[in-house]
C-alpha cells in the first residue's frame, strides 16, 4: 500500500499486456474493479481479443448510473424511475437544492459501479457534502471513476434484481429474480430466489421491462437489472444494470438449472440462445439462498479483518440427501486474508425443495464449517438466518440495522455451554506429549532475576490450571469467563476418563472498587488482582474450591486435520489443527482447535506461560478464544495490564495495515471524547477513527501514509 502504488486490476495496459503474452483467447472480467469500465472492454476487444461481456456501448450506456437513467428517459419514458438528479455539477448549492427537491433521506450513488462502493445515505442537508466526499473517494478507488448521483432514499424497500443473457442476434432471455435486500452499508450478505413477495404478475411485468430495458441497447453477455420494489405500494423502480455477472449468480443456476458462467462464454463465441432448447421454457424449481462469509468483525460495526486461516473445512459440500451445498472460494487451511481485496473469503450456497428447509441447511452448513483464525460474520449470518423477521419473508432492506442488536446476539441458547472451559483444557493435555516437560532437568537457579518468582516451579502451579474466554468487546480486559480446572483426587484410573471440577476464578474489571476502597477514592487495581490471588490460591489449596461443579471425561479422541483444504501437507503435532470428540458427562461433545503460533513452542508446549488455543463448537456456530495460564501466570498477566491501562486510553493504534485518507483534526487542535479525527483504508473499505479521550490531538501521519497494523495513528493528551 505505497503512497503512490497503483492497484493494478485497475490498470487496462497491465491486464491486457499479461492476457496476451500468456497467448489468453478471452478475458473474463469477473466481479467489481474494471468489470464495468467500457474503456476495459474497448481495450481487450481492440487487442483482438474476446470480451467475455457486452460491447462498450451497453455499458457505458446502461453501466453508468447516471447515462442509463438519461437514456431511459428519452427512448423508454414509460419505466418507472427513482427520483433523483443526474445533473454532472457538484457544486454544494447545486446539489443542496436537488436534495431539498428531492427530500430527505437521499441516496449518493458512485455512478460507474456497484457493490455498495461509494454509497451513502444522507438523511439531513448538513451531512451532504461530508458524505459525497467520502463515496467520491471510495468510488475513485474502487471504479477509476469518483462520479456520483444523488436519489430518493426509499426507506420501505425490497432490493430486486432480474438476471438477464443476451445473445449477439437480438435474443435476451429472462432468468427470473434475485432477492438481495439483507444488506450492510449497502452491501449484499444474503440472497435467495425466487423472492416468496413477489406475486407471478409482478414477477412477469419485473422480468419483461428488464428484458425490454436492455433490448433497447442491443446488449450481449449476461447482465443485472436492479429494481428498488416498494413494498408498501407493491410498486417497483429501475435502478441499475450491473452489465456483469453478479457475486449472486449460483442462486439463480440452481433454481433455473442453467450454468449461467458456460452459457457467457457459449455466447462470446457467438453462439445463438435460440439453439438451447432448454431456454425456451424456463421455470423456477425449488428455492436456493447465498450467503457471503466475509473477513469482518460484526461486533465492532464490520470491521474487516485480516489474519491467517488456521483451519478451514467445510461441513458439507456437493449434494446430500434432497439438497445442493455449494463452497465457491479460494481460501485453505493457512491462507492469510489480505488486506488489498474485498472482504468476503467464501460463497456459501444452498438448494433445497422449499425455502425453510434452505434456511436450516444454510444456518447448520455454517454452524458446522470451522473457519478458525479471521473474525468473521458467520455467527452474524446464522442470526440472520434464524431470525424470525427472515423466516417471514416480508423483510425489508432495513432488515439488518434495524434488528442489528438482536442480530449481534447468538441465536442458539444457551450461548455457552456450563463445560466449555473443559474443552480447551482436555485438548492441551492430550496435545502435550510429554507432562513434565517445562520443568525436568531445569538449573531453576542458575541465574537469579530480578522480580524471581518462584512459585512457577511449585506443583501445585502446574496441576491447576486457569481457563479464561476472550471477547475483545468485553470489560475485565476481554475476559468473559474464567475457571480454574481442577482434576478431582478421587478421579477414576481408568484410561481416557477423569472428573474435572470448573472453580470460578475472579476476574475483577480493571480499576473496579473493592471493599476497601474509600469513597471517592481510585482502587489501587494492581493491589486488587494481588489479594485476589491469594484468596483464590487458598480456596483451592484448603479444598473450598472443589465444591464447583464436577464434570466425568471420557473417551477423548485427538485427530489432526490436514491435507484437504490446507497449504500446509504434514504439520507437526503442535502446529496442525486437530478435531476433537469426548463425553462430558455421558453427552458427545465435538469440536476443532488450533493453537496460534504453535510453531515457535517446537515440540511441548510453555507450562508456565500463557497459551491460546482457538476453538470452534458447532453448537455455539463460531470460534472462540481461550487463554491457558496457571494461576499466577493469569494473575500476573492480569496485574501488568492494569498497570499499564491507563496509558493505553489516550492512543488510538491502527486495526490492520492501512492508509490515510484523511485527517480531521488539526495537529495540536483540541478534540472530545467519541469525535472522528482521522479516516483510514483497509480491505476496500473506509474506517473512522474516533478518539476515546478529549484533550489535543497528535499524529506523525499525512494523507496517502501507509501504517502497519498496531503502530500509533493518533494520540490525545
Known sequence: MEKNQRNPFLDIDLLVKTAKDIHADAI???YGYLSENANFADSVRHAGLIFVGPPAKAMSTLGDKRSSKDYLRQNAPDVPLIPGFTGTSLEAEDLQRAAVDIGFPVMLKASAGGGGKGMRVVHEPSQLMTELSRAQSEAQRSFGSGDCILEKFIENSKHIEIQVVGDQYSQVVSFFERDCSIQRRNQKVIEETPCPFLDDDTRQDMSETAVRIVKLIGYEGAGTVEFVFDTSTRKFYFLEVNTRLQVEHPITEEVVGVDLVALQLFVAAKGRLSELPQLSNLTQTGHAIECRLCAEDPQRDFLPSHDKILLWKPASPGRSPGSVIRYETAIQSGTSVSIYFDSMICKIVVWAPTRSAAINILARELANTPCIGVRTNQLFLQSCLLHPAFQDFGYKASFIPKNIDDLLRSPYTPSLPSHISLIPSIFLQHLQKDKAQGSGGRRHFRTVRRQFHNQKFDPFHQSCEIISLRDSKSASGGITRCEACLPKPSSSNADNEWDICLYPVTHHSLGEKDSSSKEGEEPPPASNLTATYTATSRAIRTGEAWS??????????????????????????????????MSVNGHQIRAYLAIPNAGECRQSLPLNETVRVFCHLPQLGEWKEFRKDTLLSFYTNLRKEALSSSDQQSEVKAPMPCKVLSIAKSVGGEVNKGECVMVIESMKMEINIIVGVSGIFHTKWRIGDAVDEGVVLCSVE
Open 548 to 581: 464447583g461443579p464436577v464434570f466425568n471425561i471420557k473417551n477423548v479422541e485427538l485427530k489432526p486435520l490436514s491435507g484437504e483444504h490446507s497449504l500446509v501437507s504434514k504439520a507437526s503435532s503442535l502446529s496442525s489443527p486437530k478435531s476433537m470428540s
Open 28 to 30: 473474463h472480467p469477473g
